[in-house]
């Protein structure tokens, strides 16, 4: 069965950093995008950020709510993308979800989330 | 930024009945990379539809999307009580980045 699981959410004080992790098993995780969403308590869903597969370079795209504070980077040996977050504000509060994409199927495959707290 | 502006905000309708999700973009997105997506309380979102109007695996086919340019629907055909949820449309392309729509509330009547 195929699934990705975030982990490394928590609290953390406004200006802090906090790094997430996002792994992938029963796919064929190298060949996938994978973006970066999130929900903050009560509203919608906010696409942070992507990074692209090998073939395309490991190319990183950012919303510009986080752009310059949160780095996306990948170990495709692991199966894994990583989300580091700087400069953490409370407006960051959420749960953060990674999607796997193919141009084939669609972003099909979803994380549970991993809840970020950002409060003094 | 393409903004994605889904209609209703909430929709109120009795099982057994159709309804009709509209998500209406700023400028015209790539029919290849619309996407409709169902969430339930505490879950993750769902992907339903991609590339506007193919079921993604396991999607009863009482689901279907259609549209193109800047005009996008998800009709449920027959609502069944599980399908009371909230409603995501999202582009998903790589340029101009991806953006999700701010949701529809489907509720029971």
């Known amino acids: 069965e195929a699934q990705l699981v975030e982990s490394g959410g928590g609290l953390v004080q406004p200006g802090g950093s906090l790094r997430l992790s996002c792994a992938g098993s029963?796919?064929?995780?190298?060949?996938?995008?994978i973006d970066w969403v999130r929900q903050a308590p009560g509203k919608g869903l906010e696409w942070v950020g992507r990074i692209r597969n090998k073939a395309n370079g490991y190319f990183t795209q950012y919303a510009a709510s986080v752009e310059g504070r949160f780095t996306f980077s990948r170990d495709d040996s692991r199966n894994s993308v990583y989300l580091q977050m700087n400069s953490l504000k409370t407006e960051d509060t959420a749960v953060y979800y990674c999607?796997?994409?193919?141009?084939?199927?669609?972003?099909?495959?979803w994380g549970q989330g991993t809840l970020v707290t950002v409060s003094p | 930024e393409i903004v994605l502006t889904q209609s209703p905000g909430t929709l109120s309708l009795s099982p057994g009945e159709r309804a009709t999700l509209s998500c209406r973009a700023s400028q015209s997105v790539t029919s290849t990379y619309l996407g409709w997506y169902q969430q339930k309380p505490g879950q993750a979102p769902r992907l339903l539809i991609f590339g506007a109007s193919s079921r993604a695996t396991g999607i009863p086919d009482r689901f279907s999307g259609s549209g193109s340019g800047t005009d996008f629907t998800l009709t449920i055909s027959r609502l069944e009580p599980e399908d009371f949820a909230v409603y995501y449309c999202q582009q998903y392309g790589n340029s101009p980045p991806s953006t999700f729509g701010q949701g529809t509330k489907l509720e029971i009547k």
């Open positions: 029963g796919f064929t995780f190298s060949d996938r995008y």
């Open positions: 999607t796997g994409l193919l141009w084939a199927t669609g972003p099909n495959y």
